[in-house]
């Protein structure tokens, strides 16, 4: 049916409550199999990225506007500032990784507003980046070929509020313009 979109978020217009937690988590691939016959049902390559790979990420378009194909400085940012609660979607980190769980352990609310940086950090470069420490240090490729496929993400509780977000890899064609919308009541 028209149009066909080769990526989409699912749902991309979702209405919640404030009392509403939403899981947001997405699978990539590092070697799907694009060729004819399509074996996965999508002929060809056509792509952003490495050959065969699947790559997402979310970000806050630039003025909360869905129109907008740029994202949001952190200072212009709104969907991860206006954080209500979020944790991580893996209850039980792997062994040695204290990341998520020193995340659960908050005692004021800076604690809570330097979290809410390191998710939108997490959500923009598929959990490569942890925190602004980090940012400093690694580079995140423009395609996000070195990021992970894959993403469990968090549970999360939005404040009131339309929140427009986009994938930076996939929204540079007529038929690929993945993007969503989350609007709190």
């Not at 378009?61 to 609660?85: A, V």
């Not at 602004?132 to 690694?138: D, F, H, L, R």
């Amino acid at each position: 049916p028209f149009p066909s979109v080769e990526y989409d978020m699912q749902p991309n217009h979702l209405e919640i409550d404030e009392e509403t937690l939403v899981h947001i988590q997405w699978a990539g691939s590092n070697t799907h199999n694009n060729g004819n016959p399509a074996g996965d049902g999508q002929a060809g390559d056509a792509g952003e990225g490495t050959g065969g790979t699947d790559r997402h990420n979310i970000v806050e378009l630039k003025r909360r506007h869905f129109g907008e194909s740029f994202p949001n400085t952190w200072e212009e940012n709104t969907m991860f500032q206006n954080l209500l609660d979020i944790v991580h979607a893996v209850p039980h980190p792997e062994e040695g990784n204290t990341k998520q769980r020193d995340d659960n352990v908050l005692t004021n609310q800076d604690q809570f507003d330097e979290l809410k940086v390191r998710w939108a950090l997490r959500f923009a470069t598929a959990g490569y980046i942890d925190s602004p420490a980090e940012a400093t240090t690694k580079t995140v490729n423009p395609t996000l070929n070195n990021v992970p496929p894959s993403f469990a993400g968090a549970v999360a509780r939005f404040s009131r509020g339309e929140y427009n977000y986009m994938c930076t890899r996939n929204h540079n064609f007529s038929n690929r313009d993945q993007k969503g919308v989350l609007i709190v009541d």
